[in-house]
Nanobody, 125 residues
Framework: QVQLVEWGGGLVQPGGSLRLSCNAS????????MGWYRQVPGKQRELVIT???????NYADSAKGRFTISRDNAKNTVYLQMNSLKNEDTGIYFC???????????????????WGQGTQVTVSS
């Protein structure tokens, strides 16, 4: 079980920056990956960016060059730095934790994931 708490959302003008934070209730070093997803009304939740325990990252095309994910294992916290924000970045951002699972001795992402409550990001002039 992992509880996730996000904060840092808000209203920002196009071209501005925001940093989201997500604190986990257990050691994030023990998790397969953590990341951020975005959801807008009427659409499915979509991946923004993830980082594995080994430091490998996976970015949505829309996030490349503008968003950066980082982690502080000592604080059990993951950060999403968003720069050059655009109107289309607007949405609810959810923190995600994947605990991973072993299958025949190999470590894989788990189909069971944990989610935070979400934080609203609005990019508007």
């Amino acid at each position: 079980q992992v509880q996730l708490v996000e904060w840092g959302g808000g209203l920002v003008q196009p071209g501005g920056s925001l940093r989201l934070s997500c604190n986990a209730s257990r050691s994030i070093g023990s998790l397969y990956s953590m990341g951020w997803y975005r959801q807008v009304p009427g659409k499915q939740r979509e991946l923004v960016i993830t980082i594995t325990s080994g430091g490998a990252t996976n970015y949505a095309d829309s996030a490349k060059g503008r968003f950066t994910i980082s982690r502080d294992n000592a604080k059990n916290t993951v950060y999403l730095q968003m720069n050059s924000l655009k109107n289309e970045d607007t949405g609810i951002y959810f923190c995600n934790a994947n605990p991973g699972e072993y299958v025949s001795g190999t470590y894989y992402p788990s189909p069971r994931m944990y989610w935070g409550q979400g934080t609203q990001v609005t990019v508007s002039s």
